[in-house]
């Protein structure tokens, strides 16, 4: 493997992110084919015996079996690093093995973690159910309230744990406050950046120490595989997060980090449509919202209580946002009536989906914490893709119509 162009180091770091998207960590075999080639090969065979002794005692450089490295997951890796403004990134099998690996690598019995109250089911669950068992404590608070990350501070916190705009509500967190707040005081925040990417929000460039990914939703951006990526410093990949990664296995497949590979290089266009799209169909439900007394959440309306926060540290607002329409009945009705956008609870697809969050996603988690999280009976939670706005909004206005909102 050899890079044909690219080798030096200290330009390539130079390129500005629509460049690293598509070329980013390339390397070529000495075929020099021009796009990335798949590896799919679990381990690798060796010239001699001290290549291979060299290389398990970290001597010499290479691979030697593929839950350690492999040059298809490795590209991704270095192209995600260089995108986010990171040291160094290790892809994971899907963000939440990405989550999991985030928080267990540096996470031990006794010490404290603060997270969002508002964030994907899954992440809450292993703030309320998995690390509890592990003799973690933890504490829940509302990630939009300044003063609360502060008052959670224990002298065994360790993590601060957040999305933002969060999964279903887009509550908005200050990026630059709570990862400021968390240096201050030693702690390393984690921020879960999946509904942004670094193609509208880059949370290292606000202090964050660990940005953390399900690569599944933008990064695929096309509904195809499940991946995760966790990035950070030098010292925390490689010296916190790695061994805990090769020990335990949460890998990615080769061939998942090529997919995703794929879909880096139209990263940045898709981010940057969907948000107009989900701006133009936002415009829409919000009339709507207004006439039938309903609430809408989308980060890029100056309606949202965080409009300017959002505005300050994202690029632009993304492609999902959320409404009430006021009961599951009428929620369920909408989501009948639909003929273009799909009942599906991804995001980040360049398909438009719609979702009803406290029926699926945030089903599990009872009806108490969702209550806290702000997550309604009504509330409906879009992605919105790559189509024309119009058509989306016809749909919608239909399945209103019809809903009788
Ligand atoms: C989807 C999602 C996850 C989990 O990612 P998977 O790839 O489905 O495992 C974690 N955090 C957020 C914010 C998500 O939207």
Redesign the pocket.
């Known amino acids: 493997m050899k890079k044909t162009t690219g080798t030096d180091r200290s330009i390539t770091r130079s390129w500005r992110p629509a460049t690293q998207a598509v070329r980013g960590g390339t390397w070529r075999s000495e075929h020099g084919e021009t796009s990335e080639a798949l590896f799919l090969s679990s381990g690798f065979t060796y010239d001699d015996a001290q290549t291979v002794a060299d290389r398990f005692t970290g001597e010499a450089q290479g691979m030697t079996y593929s839950r350690l490295q492999n040059p298809t997951v490795a590209m991704l890796e270095e192209r995600i690093a260089l995108l986010e403004g990171a040291d160094a990134c290790r892809a994971q099998a899907?963000?939440?093995a990405a989550?999991t690996t985030a928080l267990l690598c540096q996470l031990s019995a006794g010490d404290h973690i603060v997270g969002a109250r508002a964030a994907?089911g899954?992440?809450r669950w292993l703030l309320d159910s998995l690390l509890p068992r592990f003799g973690i404590e933890t504490s829940v608070i509302d990630a939009t309230d300044s003063a609360a990350w502060e008052a959670a501070i224990r002298p065994n916190t360790k993590v601060f744990f957040f999305?933002t705009p969060a999964?279903p509500t887009l509550d908005v967190v200050d990026l630059e406050y709570v990862c400021g707040l968390a240096r201050a005081h030693g702690i390393t925040s984690v921020v879960?950046n999946?509904?942004a990417t670094s193609a509208l929000q880059r949370p290292l460039d606000f202090g964050a120490d660990v940005v953390a990914y399900?690569a599944?939703?933008l990064m695929d951006g096309q509904g195809r595989v499940?991946a995760?990526a966790v990035c950070g410093s030098d010292q925390f990949i490689n010296e916190v997060l790695l061994p805990f990664q090769r020990n335990t296995g949460p890998n990615l497949s080769p061939f998942n980090a090529w997919v995703v590979l794929k879909g880096l290089e139209t990263l940045d266009l898709r981010a940057r449509r969907q948000s107009e799209n989900a701006l133009a169909v936002g415009r829409f439900v919000e009339s709507r919202m207004d006439q039938a007394g309903g609430l809408i959440m989308h980060p890029g309306l100056p309606s949202h209580p965080q409009h300017d926060l959002a505005l300050r540290q994202m690029a632009m607002t993304g492609p999902i946002f959320a409404f009430d329409v006021g009961s599951r009945a009428r929620a369920f009705a909408v989501l009948d009536a639909l003929e273009l956008v799909d009942i599906s609870n991804n995001?980040g697809d360049a398909r438009s989906l719609l979702c009803h969050p406290a029926s699926t996603t945030h089903a599990n988690m009872g009806d108490e914490a969702r209550a806290e999280m702000g997550i309604t009976e009504g509330m409906l939670r879009i992605n919105i893709g790559l189509e024309d706005p119009l058509d989306v909004i016809d749909d919608l206005a239909r399945a209103f119509d019809r809903a009788g909102i």
Do not use: Y
């Open positions: 899907s963000g939440m989550m994907f899954s992440c999305e999964n879960d999946a509904f399900s599944t939703k499940l995760g995001i």
